[in-house]
Antibody, heavy 123, light 110 residues
């Protein structure tokens, strides 16, 4: 059974860079059937798609975050990572990593999800 | 990109049926059959309930069904049960090669 686990600092200072890693177990990140991505949820609010990456390194990003986001993949470690620069309090959220299903290059649905990790932006 | 529009809340009595709408545009919901629905209980990660408009993953109750007409997708929960009380989100692929989520709907079982 595929599982995803987020890891990284739970507290980041304003203006710094948020860095998270997702470790995939029970399956290969190099599968041609999937993208791998990040979704966040501010406390008490809805879900926001951040972006996704293919094992080859091809990426798609939310236009509203694109200037600050970098998603990378390490197939040797079966991991992918998120970097969000110049963070503010508005970036405080639970960050989920998840497998994105694809069909002929189009993103179809997200499943499964990691358990999520809360990242707080505060000095 | 703008979030898909969902009603903030929907409620129903046990055994009743409820429907949650998800309205987008021709660039997302109306343009692709890649609408999915997720259930989220408090403090938990979202769970896939419906994919590709109307398909149920293995293990999801057949009380959950999905459909689409034009730019609006819908999730129907029949035979409402207490365990169905949760937040529900729709999602769609977009013409910009991105995913967009709905605003979310809180389902209350009266």
């Amino acid at each position: 059974q595929l599982q995803l686990q987020e890891s990284g600092p739970g507290l980041v200072k304003p203006s710094e860079t948020l860095s998270l890693t997702c470790t995939v177990s029970g399956g290969s990140i190099s599968s041609s059937s999937y993208y791998w991505g990040w979704i966040r949820q501010p406390p008490g609010k809805g879900l926001e798609w951040i972006g996704s990456i293919y094992y080859s390194g091809s990426t798609y990003y939310n236009p509203s975050l694109k200037s600050r986001v970098t998603i990378s993949v390490d197939t040797s470690k079966n991991q992918f990572s998120l970097k969000l620069s110049s963070v503010t309090a508005a970036d405080t959220a639970v960050y989920y990593c998840a497998r994105h299903h694809r069909w002929f290059g189009e993103l179809t649905f997200v499943d499964p999800w990691g358990q999520g990790t809360l990242v707080t932006v505060s000095s | 990109q703008s979030a898909l529009t969902q009603p903030a809340s929907v409620s129903g009595s046990p055994g009743q049926s409820i429907t949650i709408s998800c309205t987008g545009t021709s660039s997302d919901v109306g343009g692709y059959n890649y609408v999915s629905w997720y259930q989220q209980h408090p403090g938990k990660a979202p769970k896939l309930m419906i994919y590709d408009v109307s398909n149920r993953p293995s293990g999801v109750s057949n009380r959950f069904s999905g459909s689409k007409s034009g730019n609006t997708a819908s999730l129907t929960i029949s035979g409402l049960q207490a365990e169905d009380e949760a937040d529900y989100y729709c999602s769609s692929y977009t013409s910009s090669s991105t995913l967009v989520f709905g605003t979310g709907t809180k389902v209350t079982v009266l």
